[in-house]
């Protein structure tokens, strides 16, 4: 079975600010591990995956993700925080390919930006 | 352009009704999922589809009903049994060998009055 836990339900910065987004899992498989953006009342959109390739992976908007076994962790980072980066941020998890593209979700992550 | 639609956005009912959710995809995909979406809580499977005419529970299928007659179409029904109906409900869609990557709707957020 696979779970993740996102650390802090909310998170604020400062414009310009490094941001820095908590993701741990549990996985009994190789993992593939996603990050998902929702701003309000919105869908749900891709902005990076790791699928067992490079472990640092660059997505959307400037975020990119570092897959560490070692730490079950894949954290979302992005240099500078601009004020459009405040939304609602989702890590989730697969069993690598064989539970047939089900996810678990984290709780998420509200991202706040301050000017 | 390929994508997810929903409908409506916006979707009220009465307490003891019936509705009916909507979501209709053109992107060919084999699999396609509801997920209910409550502050706080992330998202929560309610139904999942891995091929026409088949489907399976998720983990609170309870007071909802679904149907996969057509590849591209998976609607939701929200029965009076559902003792908690309001909330923000996205549908998604997968394909098959897609590494899981789910692609989703905009939603469809349903209150009960």
Redesign the interface.
């Known amino acids: 079975a696979q779970s993740v836990t996102q650390l802090g339900?909310h998170v604020s910065v400062s414009e310009g600010a490094l941001v820095l987004l908590r993701c741990n899992y549990s996985s009994s498989v190789p993992p593939?591990l996603?990050w998902?953006v929702q701003y309000p009342?919105?869908?749900?959109?891709?902005l990076l995956?790791y699928?067992s390739a490079a472990t640092l992976v660059k997505g959307i908007n400037g975020f990119e993700a570092e897959f560490k076994k070692s730490e079950t962790s894949f954290h979302l980072t992005k240099p500078s925080a601009h004020m459009s980066d405040a939304a609602e941020y989702?890590c989730a998890v697969?069993a690598?390919?064989t539970?047939?593209?089900?996810?678990t979700?984290?709780?998420?992550t509200i991202l706040t930006v301050h000017p | 352009d390929g994508g997810i639609t929903q409908s409506p956005k916006y979707l009220f009912r009465k307490e003891g009704q019936n509705v009916t959710l909507s979501c209709e995809q053109n992107l060919n995909h084999d699999a396609m999922y509801w997920y209910r979406q409550d502050p706080g809580q992330g998202l929560r499977l309610i139904y999942y589809s891995q091929i026409v005419n088949d489907f399976q529970k998720g983990d609170i299928a309870e007071g909802y009903s679904v149907s996969r007659e057509k590849k591209e179409s998976f609607p939701l029904t929200v029965t009076s049994a559902q003792k908690n109906p309001t909330a923000f409900y996205l549908c998604a869609s997968h394909q098959a060998g897609n590494t899981d990557t789910q692609y989703f709707g905009p939603g469809t957020r349903l209150t009960v009055l």
Do not use: E, H, P, V
């Open positions: 339900s593939y996603f998902y009342n919105q869908g749900l959109q891709l995956k699928t989702f697969s690598g390919g539970s047939y593209g089900k996810l979700f984290g709780q998420g």
